[in-house]
């Protein structure tokens, strides 16, 4: 059974900062690919950020202020965030795909957390 746990989420003021973490069970890092996403509220989900299980290699959405990185050995996939704006705002879901590399939507992704939300407000 494939199972994705964000953890992390919160209220934080704008130029804050938080890590999201994701738990993988069920498959390895070794052979999915995993995705950040977020939700706004009456937007379309959209992904923020991926790293390919092939190579390592990552990709990421909008102006460079997240950073993906995973740790292969606890297969779980971090998620930091800086200089939060309050258009951050949105619930963050991580995404698993069977293929090693990188998709750029959400149907490309087999499997997805729960969702943790991410509150940017002064």
């Known amino acids: 059974q494939v199972q994705l746990v964000e953890s992390g989420g919160g209220l934080v003021q704008p130029g804050a900062s938080l890590t999201l973490s994701c738990a993988v069970s069920?498959?390895?890092?070794?052979?999915?690919?995993i995705g950040w996403f977020r939700q706004a509220p009456g937007k379309a989900r959209e992904e923020v950020s991926c790293i390919s299980s092939s190579d390592g290699s990552t990709n990421h959405a909008g102006s460079g202020r997240f950073t993906i990185t995973s740790d292969n050995a606890k297969n779980t996939v971090y998620l930091q965030m800086n200089s939060l704006k309050p258009e951050d705002t949105a619930v963050y879901y991580c995404a698993a795909t069977a293929f090693p590399l990188c998709g750029s939507m959400a149907i490309d992704y087999d499997y997805w957390g729960q969702g943790t939300q991410v509150t940017v407000s002064s």
């Open positions: 069920g498959v390895t890092l070794d052979d999915y690919a």
